[in-house]
């Protein structure tokens, strides 16, 4: 009857079954386990290949094989996504990468790792990876009708399982050997797989078979380029990248270390880590008109973090100057990722956001690389305190930029019919 009062528990199902439906809860499931070893493996990474004296160039290179695949093809994974399904492609990474970590895992249980295959193995990774990232977005939409509070939910576990990864880590290494974590990591992929197999998601129109890979990516393109709220971020981000983000953790962990000690870095990480759950449980609740200039609001918090380190300010405003640096990035992090799953057409959605992962991503590790070559000549807290400049400017520019600024808050593209 029209005007009928819904009991409370009523309203409560209704709100859940916008989220906490069987296919988020799996999707849920999958993204929690990887992550969960997305943050133990560089750091396995870095202790075992020290261990076996190849010294901080081999944990360089390991790291970087991973890097160098994933900036480079993930715009193909986008592509690939659109022809197989993002499911499908996701699914085949998971399972590449369970053998490829269950192999890294004998190499450190049975005997002592040779460099290059540490290194061909992490390369293998950093494609799987790349194949598997374009379809995290497009997913997303398709297994919650809350896109904004399910942003914010994966957020707050990943959160969680970056802030847990490396403590596990070090615990199974204390007590067993480096192998035992990719062996864990290996059992999470397949955890991960099975997850996604047991999905049962809305069917999207494929590429057309017949477009060549080089159209589709043409195609992509062309939907990234014609969003000017979305490029003008990217290009923010890469100088963010070189000038802030590639800078922070080698010139951070160093400072800190150095006058505080190593396990004072450690509870900055922490804390850090605790801001992002913060910031998730935020979003989860506040829901902006206009979620990108709120998000741009939020993000001048993140500036706080390379000042108080240049500035080599105590423990304390250390950690709390990261608790709200923390807020503020998964904030912004939950206000973008909604935004794209809602404005952009599910059939283009996988390329798109290849192109974006591919801008936000592929600066970084030049500003890593330059990092401390600049910071020798300009001196390593001079550089951050530049850093904390770009961030706070790069805020402003945001908030300058009309399609930015003005960007309106919408339920998403038109839904799809269930099978």
């Given at each position: 009857m029209v005007g009928q009062a819904v009991r409370p528990g009523e309203q409560r199902e209704h709100r859940e079954a916008a989220v906490w439906s069987r296919s988020f809860g799996l999707f849920f499931t999958a993204r929690s386990v990887s992550m969960l070893g997305a943050a133990m493996i560089p750091f396995a990474t870095a202790i075992g290949v020290g261990a076996l004296g190849y010294g901080p160039t081999g944990v360089g290179l390991a790291l970087a094989t991973w890097m160098a695949p994933f900036a480079v093809l993930i715009l193909f994974g986008g592509v690939f996504a659109d022809r197989f399904t993002p499911r499908r492609m996701m699914i085949g990474a998971d399972t590449v990468r369970v053998a490829t970590q269950g192999l890294m895992a004998a190499l450190f249980l049975l005997g002592r790792p040779q460099l290059w295959q540490v290194l061909v193995i992490s390369a293998i990774n950093g494609v799987a990876a790349a194949m598997y990232q374009p379809g995290v977005s497009s997913t997303v939409p398709r297994v919650a009708r809350d896109v904004q509070k399910a942003n914010a939910t994966l957020?707050?576990?990943?959160?969680i399982m970056l802030l847990a990864g490396p403590g596990v880590a070090g615990a199974v290494i204390g007590f067993s050997n480096v192998g035992v974590v990719f062996?864990?990591?290996?059992?999470g992929f397949a955890i991960s797989a099975t997850c996604l197999l047991l999905l049962r998601?809305?069917?999207l129109a494929a590429a057309p078979a017949e477009e060549s890979m080089w159209r589709n990516l043409r195609g992509?393109?062309?939907e990234f380029r014609s969003r000017?709220?979305?490029?003008?971020?990217?290009?923010?981000?890469?100088?963010?990248?070189?000038t802030l983000f590639g800078p922070m953790i080698p010139l951070g962990s160093v400072l800190i270390s150095g006058s505080l000690g190593v396990s004072a870095y450690g509870l900055v990480m922490s804390a850090s880590g605790a801001g992002t759950i913060l910031g998730g449980l935020v979003a989860m609740r506040v829901r902006p008109a206009r979620p990108l200039m709120a998000g741009a609001i939020g993000l001048f918090g993140f500036a706080l973090e390379p000042l108080t380190i240049a500035t080599g300010m105590p423990l304390a405003v250390l950690m709390a100057a990261h608790v709200v640096g923390g807020i503020g990035w998964a904030f912004w992090?939950?206000?973008?990722a909604t935004s794209i799953q809602t404005q952009v057409p599910p059939e283009a959605l996988n390329r798109v956001t290849a192109y974006e992962v591919a801008g936000s991503t592929i600066a970084v590790p030049v500003g890593q690389a330059l990092a401390g070559p600049?910071?020798?000549?300009?001196g390593a807290r001079e550089l951050l305190v530049v850093s904390s400049v770009v961030a706070v400017c790069g805020c402003v520019s945001l908030l300058l930029v009309p399609a930015v600024r003005r960007l309106r808050r919408t339920t998403g593209p038109a839904s799809v019919t269930a099978v």
């Open positions: 957020r707050v576990s990943e959160s062996a864990i990591d290996a059992a998601l809305p069917v992509g393109w062309h000017t709220w979305m490029w003008s971020v990217i290009l923010i981000w890469i100088i963010f990248g070189i992090s939950v206000m973008w600049v910071a020798a000549v300009v």
